[in-house]
């Protein structure tokens, strides 16, 4: 077989319709696609282009219409991307807060239909100082968490004399957000699931309304607050 090489460092490439002769190119020069991606070529690489990088550890990512730098982060801050997602971006990394509050009925005496049901905490447990602390009262119980979007779980243990309905109200901002009706006998549990969102200065409140019958909240009764962003 003739080989189209004639000099020590050529290298043989498939042309239109035969093997052709790539010739070896000087010190320095690196090979690449031709301009029109139909061969190869040597070619010298432009000494003057410059890196957008100016500190240790930054990294290039492509911009709009050119090589762009992104600054390396600061200590434990962790690489993402961006709200708008045109880019990459360094953040703090996203710290999932809870609080988990026991409460009680005020007083521990039975309650009547029409009548709503007060209640105050026997324990309150957080792994964020930006909750603040709840409040109770004769009307229920609220807590002003932080910006975010939470999953609230609630239990309630009841204890009823008679047969009746109980309605449990959540509010958000002072807004009705949901409205909640159960059926209660003696040693009933009730569990209530939402996800709420809550926007700066609003606050979570919780009231029960109890109809046709005469009942007491036990000892057991929680809520949790899971904040899922």
């Given at each position: 077989?003739?080989?189209?090489?004639?000099?020590?460092?050529?290298?043989?490439?498939?042309?239109?319709?035969?093997?052709?002769?790539?010739?070896?190119?000087?010190?320095?020069?690196?090979?690449?696609?031709?301009?029109?991606?139909?061969?190869?070529?040597?070619?010298?690489?432009?000494?003057?282009?410059?890196?957008?990088?100016?500190?240790?550890?930054?990294?290039?990512?492509?911009?709009?219409?050119?090589?762009?730098?992104?600054?390396?982060?600061?200590?434990?801050?962790?690489?993402?991307?961006?709200?708008?997602?045109?880019?990459?971006?360094?953040?703090?990394?996203?710290?999932?807060?809870?609080?988990?509050?026991?409460?009680?009925?005020?007083?521990?005496?039975?309650?009547?239909?029409?009548?709503?049901?007060?209640?105050?905490?026997?324990f309150v447990h957080t792994?964020?100082?930006?909750?603040?602390?709840?409040?109770?009262?004769?009307?229920?119980?609220?807590?002003?968490?932080?910006?975010?979007?939470?999953?609230?779980?609630?239990?309630?243990n009841i204890d009823a004399?008679?047969?009746?309905?109980?309605?449990?109200?959540?509010?958000?901002?002072?807004?009705?957000?949901?409205?909640?009706?159960?059926?209660?006998?003696?040693?009933?549990?009730?569990?209530?699931?939402?996800?709420?969102?809550?926007?700066?200065?609003?606050?979570?409140?919780?009231?029960?309304?109890?109809?046709?019958?005469?009942?007491?909240?036990?000892?057991?009764?929680?809520?949790?607050?899971?904040?899922?962003a």
């Amino acid at each position: 077989m003739r080989t189209p090489a004639t000099t020590q460092g050529d290298i043989v490439i498939r042309g239109t319709n035969s093997d052709e002769r790539v010739a070896i190119g000087t010190q320095g020069q690196v090979l690449r696609v031709n301009p029109d991606a139909s061969g190869l070529e040597y070619a010298t690489i432009d000494a003057t282009s410059t890196t957008p990088t100016t500190t240790q550890g930054d990294i290039i990512i492509r911009g709009t219409n050119s090589d762009e730098r992104v600054a390396i982060g600061t200590q434990g801050q962790v690489l993402r991307v961006n709200p708008d997602a045109s880019g990459l971006e360094y953040t703090n990394p996203y710290k999932r807060s809870f609080m988990h509050v026991n409460f009680n009925q005020i007083g521990g005496d039975q309650i009547g239909s029409g009548q709503p049901l007060g209640l105050e905490m026997t324990f309150v447990h957080t792994n964020s100082d930006d909750f603040t602390s709840p409040s109770t009262g004769s009307d229920g119980l609220r807590v002003a968490p932080p910006v975010g979007m939470y999953k609230v779980d609630m239990k309630m243990n009841i204890d009823a004399d008679n047969d009746g309905e109980m309605n449990l109200k959540t509010w958000v901002g002072g807004t009705l957000v949901k409205s909640d009706e159960f059926h209660i006998t003696k040693n009933t549990v009730c569990n209530v699931s939402n996800v709420v969102i809550i926007g700066t200065g609003e606050y979570i409140e919780f009231t029960l309304d109890i109809i046709d019958c005469v009942m007491k909240l036990c000892p057991g009764s929680s809520i949790f607050f899971d904040k899922l962003a």
